[in-house]
């Protein structure tokens, strides 16, 4: 007498089982999601920049009057 099972379908490998529905909606959401903070990121990043450059051009303009006063 055999103790061994037989198998009703052959073993499955990963590639083959597909995933389930809702994983493609949680992959879309969670793109959609970086995308967002992307966009939020790069108009932060653009403030920055325009801030560093209006400080900069304040601190070039005190800067020549200090050389100016000094003359």
């Known amino acids: 007498m055999s103790t061994t099972t037989p198998m009703t379908s052959p073993p499955t490998s990963q590639k083959d089982q597909q995933p389930p529905k809702d994983t493609k909606e949680v992959h879309q959401k969670a793109l959609a999601?970086?995308?967002e903070e992307q966009s939020t990121l790069r108009e932060e990043i653009a403030r920055k920049?325009?801030?560093k450059a209006t400080l900069q051009a304040v601190h070039d303009s005190l800067r020549k009057r200090g050389e100016d006063g000094k003359v």
């Open 33 to 35: 999601d970086i995308e």
């Open 49 to 51: 920049l325009a801030e």
